[in-house]
């Protein structure tokens, strides 16, 4: 069966600090990776998407980046936070190449800038 | 612009009563629906889903309804539980390239009365 694994489960960094959130996938070969935040009390905003190695599309201009080094991790990063930054962090996968395949989430990463 | 809103943020609900939560989406492109459960403090879990091609689908307690014509979807929840407290998000889903783009709508918070 198929798992997805987030880390860490919280974090806390000052601004101007660096970022990195790694999400890996298990059971799954080529899946398309997601990361989304998620403000206090708000729905879900899509930041990146791949569907493959080295593919990244970002949905929204902002302080963060992704990488995918390997078929199934997938990284958010940045190199300076901002406070704006907080949030709760998701990385989520789907079977590629049919838009009938529902999203498979990760318990997320709480991330507090202070 | 692609959208998902939910008609009603919150709904309280007397246990033992069936949950109706409601959303419209503005995409006609869209050819995937889904349901998320998410707890406080987890990842979205999926509930149910349904194809374009269909009006109706029905789970262990759960149905989910689409109607195309208007744009709407509704998730029904049959003799409610407290474990079925959470916030629960909509999603559509539009198939770009090899990679599908899930939006999610803003989340109804559901509450249960004892």
């Known amino acids: 069966s198929q798992t997805i694994h987030q880390w860490p489960a919280t974090l806390v960094q000052p601004v101007g600090s660096p970022l990195s959130l790694e999400c890996t996938v298990e059971?799954?070969?080529?899946?398309?990776l997601y990361w989304y935040r998620q403000a206090a009390g708000r729905g879900l905003q899509l930041l990146f998407y791949?569907?493959?190695?080295?593919?990244i599309s970002s949905e929204v201009p902002q302080n963060l980046s992704a990488s995918r080094p390997q078929d199934r991790q997938f990284i958010l990063s940045s190199k300076k936070l901002l406070l704006s930054d907080s949030g709760f962090y998701l990385c989520?996968?789907?079977?590629?190449?049919?838009?009938?395949?529902?999203?498979?989430f990760g318990n997320g990463t709480r991330l507090t800038v202070t | 612009g692609e959208s998902v809103g939910l008609h009603l943020p919150t709904l309280s609900v007397q246990e033992g009563d069936n949950s109706i939560i409601n959303c419209a989406y503005s995409?006609?492109?869209?050819?995937?629906f889904i349901w998320y459960k998410q707890e406080s403090g987890k990842g979205p879990q999926f509930i149910i889903d349904?194809?374009?091609?269909?009006d109706k689908r029905q789970g262990q307690r759960v149905t989910v309804l689409l109607n195309k014509t208007v744009k709407h979807l509704s998730l029904q929840i049959a003799a409610t539980q407290p474990g079925d407290s959470a916030v629960y998000f909509c999603?559509?889903?539009?198939?770009?390239?090899?990679?599908?783009?899930?939006?999610f709508g803003s989340g109804t918070r559901l509450s249960i009365r004892p």
């Open positions: 791949s569907v493959g190695i080295g593919q």
């Open positions: 999603a559509e889903t539009i198939l770009y390239s090899s990679a599908s783009k899930i939006i």
């Open positions: 989520a996968w789907t079977t590629p190449g049919t838009s009938n395949s529902p999203l498979h």
């Open positions: 059971g799954t070969s080529n899946p398309n």
């Open positions: 349904i194809r374009s091609n269909m």
């Open positions: 995409n006609s492109a869209s050819d995937y």
